[in-house]
């Protein structure tokens, strides 16, 4: 057991240092980076796709889009606008480590870029243990999950920066409290930013794309 | 690399020994053993709840309920009426494994018991390696996560023996086409058996309950 412990430090530590890596070249660049995280199927892909369709005109965006098996979600993306999109297939592994993102930046052009987006493996628990160099997490949650998911799988969204509360048009068909789950998320970390939105509606997408640009005027103004 | 994979390997043949052990003890006593898997919010402890309250005067069942953190699912099958039920909090890990599960066992009255269900933890990728010495896997996918989930994670829909199809009260709602999942899903593994249902309106539960009843008829009949 304890083979195992050292084993899983040593992973740990070898990814800490190419995440910094990453995060230094990033940031010389003034390039702001997010890693979404969430659920199968809790609206990474559509959130990104709404993005892009936006914002492809106003900023610079490059994608890495990690599943663990398929091309599917960057097949989206590129159809969403996207031009600076590259799949990141894990073929098994349930998590993106730094060393696969370090492998596909090379073919992603980041000239002028502004906008970084990772897209995680559909998982709640595995990722929130991999630095891939991000500025933050972005935990996805639709409301068709249910409301205690914060309190079951708490490591994602302690480690998160933002969560985004995505299906809110089916709020009136789920058991799913907004004031429990906000409760429930900020319990477990209360410096999270929270944004309910709706790919479906667009309710609530203005609000987002109003914060990415903000992020990514930060990046730029950043010493 | 070659210490991980190696060290992989022992944990998962100490895993399989185990589980060997559980379905010898569980098929020495005519006892019908499902793992239900599923991603995190598709309904798995709601299926559990019908199940619950609907067939517990007709046979003896034992529930154990697996989680990250919190042990509300446990709570909620007790309050469904389940009279033998035990939480399994992972404290962090991905995945049940049989030596969890093998620890429990003896805190479960094991006497006259016609079905045992385990109810991983949510994660459509990691739970799919481990074997708990289960009849079979039961995954989970509900309407609302999008019919491309096997096709994304392969391995999960491979190790199945049946696919249960939740939330389809939302199918108008969804961009969700029932031929296409049930084709994705039967292209990874042409034996799933699938069923239809919906924990919330009652749906299809009529057909879940007589095959559970079926399964039960069959062990008992068994050599």
């Known amino acids: 057991m304890s083979t195992t412990i050292k084993l899983e430090k040593k992973v740990l530590s070898e990814n800490d240092k190419l995440a910094a890596e990453i995060r230094e070249s990033l940031q010389k660049n003034k390039i702001a980076a997010l890693n979404f995280v969430s659920s199968p199927g809790s609206g990474k892909t559509s959130l990104l796709e709404k993005t892009l369709q936006t914002l492809r005109n106003q900023m610079k965006i490059a994608m ?23 799949p990141l297939v894990t073929g ?6 730094a060393k696969m993102v370090s492998k596909v930046l090379p073919d992603i052009d980041m000239n002028d870029l502004d906008l970084f987006i990772i897209e995680n493996v559909g998982n709640l628990v595995c990722p929130s243990g991999y630095d891939l160099g991000e500025d933050m997490k972005v935990v996805l949650i639709s409301v ?7 309190l079951k799988y708490p490591g994602m969204f302690r480690r998160s920066s933002v969560m985004v509360i995505n299906k809110i048009d089916m709020l009136a068909l789920c058991d799913f409290d907004m004031d429990t789950v906000k409760k429930n998320a900020l319990q477990i970390n209360g410096d999270l930013k929270i944004f309910e939105l709706s790919c479906r509606t667009g309710e609530g997408l203005d609000t987002w794309f ?9 990046k730029k103004a950043s010493a």
Chains 1, 2 share one sequence.
């Open 64 to 86: 890495v889009a990690g599943d663990v098996q398929t091309e599917n979600d960057a097949n989206r993306l590129i159809a969403a606008g996207g031009e600076r999109i590259k």
């Open 92 to 97: 098994g592994s349930c998590h993106l480590d």
């Open 144 to 150: 068709t999950e249910g409301d205690d998911k914060p």
């Open 210 to 218: 109003a914060w990415l640009k903000s992020l990514v005027a930060e």
